[in-house]
């Protein structure tokens, strides 16, 4: 019994696949399959199990690390003196 539930499952995961594939949304598919009698939560055990199916296919996407290098702007004279050199600066 239970060999024929998973069948039952896997036909309605490969009809769903096949009809995302198509351009149909879960959403659709599932109240379609309903409104002609499928259970509720079969169907719903099959729409997961195909999004899982479908999102282990699809490409992997891998963006790249865009790196900045920055460099710093060169110090002026003053600036690379220490605060005392600096104020001595001020009043020589």
């Not at 039952?8 to 109240?31: A, C, V």
């Not at 899982?52 to 920055?70: D, R």
């Amino acid at each position: 019994m239970a060999r024929e539930v998973e069948g039952y499952i896997r036909q309605l995961t490969n009809y769903i696949k096949k009809n995302i594939s198509k351009g149909y949304t879960p959403e659709s598919l599932k109240w379609a399959l309903i409104n002609q009698g499928y259970s509720r939560l079969e169907v719903v055990r099959a729409i997961e199990l195909a999004n899982k199916e479908l999102s282990l296919e699809a490409p992997k996407f891998v963006e790249k690390p865009i790196i900045k290098i920055e460099s710093e702007p060169e110090m002026t004279k003053v600036e690379k003196l220490s605060l005392w050199q600096k104020i001595r600066e001020l009043f020589s």
